[in-house]
Nanobody, 115 residues
Framework: QVQLVESGGGLVQPGGSLRLSCAASGSMFGIYFMGWYRQAPGMQRELVAH???????NYADSVKGRFTISRDNAKNLVWLQMNSLKPEDTAVYYC?????????WGQGTQVTVSS
C-alpha cells in the first residue's frame, strides 16, 4: 500500500500563492488517481482536485482557474499549485490516493490564508 507525505503548507496573505507537494512511497502498483482534499474546522472533508495516471484532471468549482494539480509519475510526486488564495481556502490539506479500491491519506498540512 502506498504511503503519502505532504509538505508546503503555511501562512499566506489573501491573493498569495503556495505550492503543496505530496511524496508517495511503497507499492505504487494499481494507483488509479491521486489528489488533494481539504477540511476546514467544523466542515466535511472535500475534494480539491485529482489527477489520473494519464494526467486527466478534475477540480472543485471553488478552485477552478486558481489551483493546478500536476504529477511526476517517475518521481512519485504530486503537486498542488495554489494561486489567488482566499481566506475560505484555509484548511488542512490532505494528499489522497485510490489504489485498487483502497483509499490512502497523508497526515495533512495546514494552509492558512489571512492578513
Amino acid at each position: 500500500q502506498v504511503q503519502l507525505v505532504e509538505s508546503g503548507g503555511g501562512l499566506v496573505q489573501p491573493g498569495g500563492s503556495l505550492r503543496l507537494s505530496c511524496a508517495a512511497s511503497g507499492s505504487m502498483f494499481g494507483i488509479y488517481f491521486m489528489g488533494w482534499y481539504r477540511q476546514a474546522p467544523g466542515m466535511q472533508r472535500e475534494l480539491v482536485a485529482h489527477i489520473t495516471s494519464s494526467s486527466s484532471t478534475n477540480y472543485a468549482d471553488s478552485v477552478k482557474g486558481r489551483f493546478t494539480i500536476s504529477r511526476d509519475n517517475a518521481k512519485n510526486l504530486v503537486w498542488l499549485q495554489m494561486n489567488s488564495l482566499k481566506p475560505e481556502d484555509t484548511a488542512v490539506y490532505y494528499c489522497h490516493a485510490l489504489q485498487r479500491g483502497i483509499n490512502s491519506w497523508g497526515q495533512g498540512t495546514q494552509v492558512t490564508v489571512s492578513s
